[in-house]
């Protein structure tokens, strides 16, 4: 994918995020995701957030939170969650549609991949069923696996092969897990919990049984 197939597949997930989004009810939007300590809402709120996140704000943010970046982004949505309703955040999500904007330090694969893996956050928790493209789970799992922030998947997976049954994307070495790229990149950032069902091979057992 170059860069502006990314940026479609970036709006095909912030439109069909929405439209799953239309239809929840007030409890699903308060309902836990998978990110622990954020609930459905706060991952919209984030992920509006991050498309229009300059560089001033991510400074004042960062130092709100004494340093750390999982604590800013998880400060920043919960605060802008606190003060924005539903259909508010709904809105801001729908107006990201069409946004090039990527901030300081990212790149358009990093929006397709937070859009890829929150979506599931969302969805998982509420037993919906969101699918992942396979040519965006892979170049979202290929930017992943390169950098050791924020998720260190290649050094904590390291022990392990991991293989894409429907793609030909391969990396380390041992134990096998096996599965679908959209479960691998999940496994990847650090989603186990939703990962494993969809996995298989001695690595994919070792993990559910460590």
Known sequence: MNTEDIWRAVDVERRSLVELLEHLTALQWSHASLCQGWQVRDVVAHLAISAHA????????????????????????????????????????????????????????????DLLVHGQDIAVPLGLQRVMPTDAAQVALERVWNPRFPFYAATRLAPFRLRAVDTAWTEGSGPLIEGPVAALLMLATGRDSAALPHLSGEGAESLRNG
């Open 54 to 113: 300059h560089v001033g704000r991510i400074l004042v943010s960062l130092l709100r939170a004494r340093g750390s970046v999982d604590r800013m982004m998880l400060d920043t949505a919960t605060r802008h969650a606190a003060k924005t309703d539903d259909h508010e955040l709904l809105a801001e999500l729908r107006s990201t549609i069409g946004s090039r904007f990527t901030a300081v330090s990212t790149t358009p694969t990093d929006r397709l991949m």
